[in-house]
């Protein structure tokens, strides 16, 4: 009985491991997702000040 019980303690202990790795991994793949498209906000801005200023200095409008 005591056997038993323990193991169904490890389980709920493994389960309860494994969620919380689970939510840090999905928190983190979030923040990751958000630096990705704050990174790809950057570089779309970089690209079209450098068109501008590229037009700028030939002249064209």
């Known amino acids: 009985m ?3 019980f323990s193991k ?3 389980r ?3 389960k ?3 969620e ?3 939510t840090s991994n ?3 793949l979030q923040n990751y997702r958000e630096r990705h498209d704050r ?3 950057i570089l779309k801005r970089y690209e079209i000040l450098k068109d501008y200023t590229r037009r ?3 002249g064209i409008h």
């Open 2 to 4: 005591i056997f038993l």
């Open 12 to 14: 709920g202990t493994y």
């Open 56 to 58: 700028k200095a030939h």
């Open 26 to 28: 999905t928190k983190g």
């Open 20 to 22: 919380s790795a689970e």
């Open 8 to 10: 169904l303690m490890l």
């Open 39 to 41: 990174l790809i906000m």
């Open 16 to 18: 309860a491991e494994a």
